[in-house]
């Protein structure tokens, strides 16, 4: 099960990044967290193939905060629960998001959010490889 504290960095990963091992596996060399981004694990389970896990988050972003460039060893779904803002995905064109809004980005991509001025809350799913960094950082 991948802690909270492991977990800490990330969450759009949503959100900033931290490097952590999913599956228990200890954080190393982890970034320092974006600021004004906090995110909760609301459940970790791992998936029957025992390769994949689900990691269910909700995200806070606060007003004018930035998400760095990020990747994930796997698939990240969203839905936004409150709050506007403006999703950065390589390859394709910026996306804007509001209440009810959702998205998918794939792994190993490329990408950021742009909050507005109010803060954003979001639902997220990662579905990522087990026992590699849910996040990393993406030039």
């Known amino acids: ?6 977990f800490a960095g990330c969450a759009i990963c949503g959100i900033g990044f931290g490097v952590a091992g999913i599956g228990g596996a200890a954080a190393q060399n982890a970034p320092a967290q974006t600021a004004g981004v ?5 459940s970790t389970t791992e998936l ?3 390769k994949y896990v689900a990691v269910q988050v909700e995200a806070e972003i606060g007003a004018g905060a930035t998400v760095a460039r990020h990747t994930h060893p796997g698939i990240e779904s969203a839905f936004v629960l409150e709050g506007s803002g403006e999703l950065i995905v390589d390859g ?7 209440p009810a809004g959702h998205f998918q980005v794939p792994a190993e991509t490329p990408h950021s959010l742009k ?7 979001l639902a997220i799913t990662y579905t990522v490889e087990k026992g590699k960094p849910l996040a990393s950082p993406a030039a």
């Open 115 to 121: 909050n507005g001025d109010k803060p954003m809350r």
């Open 1 to 6: 099960m991948l802690s909270r504290r492991a």
């Open 48 to 50: 029957p193939d025992g």
């Open 92 to 98: 394709r064109p910026n996306a804007a998001l509001g």
């Open 38 to 42: 906090t995110r909760k694990i609301l």
